[in-house]
């Protein structure tokens, strides 16, 4: 069975998706690892319910992110991770775990991409007042949000939406998607498989 690490610092809701449908047996893998790096951050009691250890660590203990990503990779070939999960990791990945697990890091962004990269991707496309946004999963490359894209998915915008309203969407649409997506690609062999 594929194992996966997700990387998370915030709610974990997405975490929480994937972790779902592993239980509910519509993803075959194993969440071997929850990283995190925002100490007390909600993905943390998330995990723990799900009885998932968590690596917690303060990037600012580090001197470098060289530094606290090899640290990160030795746990990871420790617990035999083989796909990387990045579910509202709010960090760049740099060249120690790009080139540790090339085509084996994947991202969920809340925006269609190439639109709206980066920070608060939901209120950028309020503000752009556009009719339609969504999620986009791809695979992580230095860039922000740069990556091949995998797969897409679109929602609408009215203008009576509120932020909760339009959140509420994009985190329907991402809690369904991920972990299909997932599932997919571990079929798919090229993918997960430790090279
Ligand atoms: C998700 O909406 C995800 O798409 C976004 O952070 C949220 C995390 O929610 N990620 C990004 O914006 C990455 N650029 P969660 O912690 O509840 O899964």
Redesign the pocket.
């Known amino acids: 069975m594929s194992k996966l690490a997700v990387f998370?610092s915030?709610?974990?809701?997405?975490?929480e998706a994937i972790a779902s449908a592993i239980e509910k047996g519509s993803l075959d893998a194993e969440i071997a690892l929850v990283v995190c790096d925002r100490p007390g951050a909600k993905?943390e009691k998330r995990a723990e319910r799900f009885g998932i250890p968590v690596l917690s660590f303060y990037p600012k203990s580090y001197d470098s992110k060289a530094e606290f990503e090899n640290f990160i990779l030795q746990q990871l070939n420790d617990a035999g991770v083989e796909l990387i999960i990045l579910?509202?990791y709010?960090r760049l990945i740099g060249p120690t775990l790009l080139r540790a697990f090339e085509g084996r890091i994947i991202?969920?962004?809340?925006s269609l991409l190439p639109s709206f990269p980066?920070k608060d991707?939901i209120g950028q496309a309020m503000k752009a007042k556009v009719k339609i946004s969504g999620v986009t999963v791809h695979y992580v490359d230095e860039g922000m949000?740069t990556g091949p894209i995998i797969d897409q998915e679109t929602i609408r915008i009215s203008t009576k939406d509120t932020r909760e309203e339009v959140e509420g969407k994009?985190?329907a649409v991402?809690h369904r998607l991920y972990p299909a997506v997932i599932h997919s690609l571990l079929q798919d062999k090229s993918i997960g498989t430790r090279r």
Not at 10 to 15: E, K, L, M, T
Not at 107 to 110: C, F, G, K, L, W
Request: proline share 5%; net charge negative.
């Open positions: 998370a915030g709610s974990g809701s997405n975490f993905v579910a509202g709010m991202n969920i962004h809340p980066g991707a949000d994009i985190q991402e």
